[in-house]
């Protein structure tokens, strides 16, 4: 009875082939009633699938507008907070997280419209787009290591300030000048770290990062093992340059571009201009090689989301052209509490003579807590800044990972899917499903000649008839 059962699988896939091939030498006689009959099945069945079609098609439209109407929305609201941020909170470490936040939540979102929109991805002018786009974000890379590298100078300050506060920050003993020498020394090497990073954004400095330390013989020794001077971009890097190739040729779509992408050219755009504001955010803020802000970025004021953005691209200019923050090592909130209270304690120390003054040593507290204050935000904010910068490289390398997927999908490959779906009969997959279900018993069963079969022969051609026809239109369904 198997055998019997295995031979029906395999003479159902031959006679789905058989089938096809007397279909095309049908008999003359025959011809004519047959075709008016089939002529006639196709004009209705036809129609009714016509009619199937654009409502699918309509609803599929409407669904598409709905996600892009979306998606520029939740764009408009995420930077509309960013840019209506107080004076105390803009340009924080909080703030910047928030920055880096926002861009992920449009990175998901964007991926789920690539996602929802495959077939449209492979096609022309989209999938230019779309290259060029994560051609973009691979740049992105170079500035997340960058600003990684810049925390990490961020860290040294923050030893330094830590020492001046260990020795100055004791209120259970009096000062003395030993205490006074060990913070003046701690703020001198604070001020030429600075300094040298200053130096090093513009013309890339060889100078020694650690604690003012210029000696050749240390600085051979002290660079091997300190994190902090690795660098993970080459000494001859810019970021400027890194933002103005990321900004080149980032013009938004032609109307002709909109109508043949089905209106999935503009959050290809939306996502560009996020991209290009939010690594320019990043260097603005945080220490990077030849720092640069001069780059052209204009925006459409016909998306919703140009006017938060361009807010926003203003207020760090402006903040930019400040004269105290004209030489700054970053816009960063924090850098400037180092900058200003570190210049200040500095010259509170150089003038102070022993004993010291009632006045003078309540100045000294109010300095050491701004200090405190400080290095308590960067205690706080810089491991989840990373982790944030960390995070983003990893979405970037995602979504273009699967982007590229999408792009390698030929129209060829899936034509051919298409065509084996079409192309299977019934009877075929029937028997497919019949054979594939019975080889594995009969292979087992075949010597057994004393076990009966657990199914009649009826009853497992209607579950492969059953079965045949769902994977069918599942297969269908799916366009796999």
């Given amino acids: 009875m198997w055998s019997l059962w295995f031979w029906f699988g395999l003479l159902g896939i031959l006679s789905g082939t058989f089938a096809e091939g007397c279909d095309s030498v049908a008999m003359p006689e025959n011809q004519g009633s047959s075709s008016s009959l089939s002529s006639f099945g196709r004009s ?18 409407d669904s598409c507008n709905l996600e892009l109407g979306s998606f520029q929305k939740r764009v408009t609201d995420r930077f509309q907070d960013l840019s209506v941020a107080s004076d105390e909170e803009f340009l924080s470490i909080s703030w910047i997280q928030k920055v880096l936040n926002a861009f992920i939540l449009c990175l998901e979102d964007f991926r789920a419209i690539l996602l929802n929109n495959k077939e449209h991805v492979t096609k022309p002018p989209l999938d230019r787009m779309v290259s060029e786009f994560f051609d973009r974000s691979v740049k992105a890379l170079d500035i997340c290591n960058a600003s990684r590298d810049g925390i990490e100078k961020i860290r040294t300050w923050q030893k330094l300030l830590e020492i001046v506060f260990c020795a ?75 933002l ?3 900004a080149n040729n980032l013009v938004p779509p032609r109307p002709t571009e909109i109508a043949a992408t089905s209106r999935l050219a503009i959050p ?24 640069g802000l001069s780059i052209h970025f204009s925006v459409p004021r016909q998306l919703s989301w140009s006017t938060p953005v361009s807010v926003l691209h203003e207020r760090i200019t402006e903040e930019s052209k400040k004269r105290e923050r004209r030489n700054s090592n970053g816009l960063l909130k924090e850098i400037h509490q180092i900058e200003t209270s570190s210049r ?19 100045q000294i507290d109010c300095d050491v807590n701004e200090l405190m204050r400080v290095c308590e935000a960067f205690r706080n904010g810089l491991d989840p800044l990373e982790r ?55 292979f087992e069963r075949r010597n057994d000649s004393a076990r009966q079969a657990d199914k009649s022969f009826s009853t497992l051609v209607m579950h492969c008839i059953i079965l045949s026809t769902c994977l069918k239109k599942r297969m269908v369904r799916l366009r796999i």
């Fill in 344 to 362: 200040h304690m500095t010259d509170l120390i150089d003038s102070a003579q022993f004993p010291l003054a009632d006045d003078q040593k309540t």
């Fill in 388 to 442: 944030q910068v960390r995070e983003v490289f990893r979405k970037i390398m995602a979504c273009r990972t699967e982007g590229l997927d999408y792009l390698g999908t030929s129209s060829h490959n899936e034509q051919w899917k298409w065509w084996v779906v079409d192309e299977l009969s019934d009877v075929q997959i029937c028997g497919a499903c019949t054979f594939f279900y019975i080889s594995p018993s009969f």
């Fill in 268 to 291: 290809v755009y939306t996502m560009n201009c996020v991209l290009l504001i939010v690594l320019w955010t990043l260097v603005a803020a945080i220490p990077c090689q030849d720092r």
């Fill in 244 to 246: 103005q190739s990321i």
């Fill in 168 to 242: 100055l920050g004791s209120s259970k003993r009096a000062l003395t000048e030993g205490q006074f020498r060990r913070a003046r020394k701690a703020l001198m090497d604070l001020a030429l770290t600075m300094l040298d990073e200053k130096e090093s954004g513009s013309i890339f400095s060889q100078r020694n990062r650690s604690f003012g330390r210029h000696n050749s013989s240390k600085d051979h020794h002290s660079t091997g093992h300190s994190r902090s001077h690795s660098w993970s971009v080459s000494r001859s890097w810019s970021a400027s340059k890194q």
């Fill in 44 to 61: 209705i069945f036809g129609v009714r699938q016509e009619q199937v079609h654009s409502v699918e098609a309509s609803h599929e439209s």
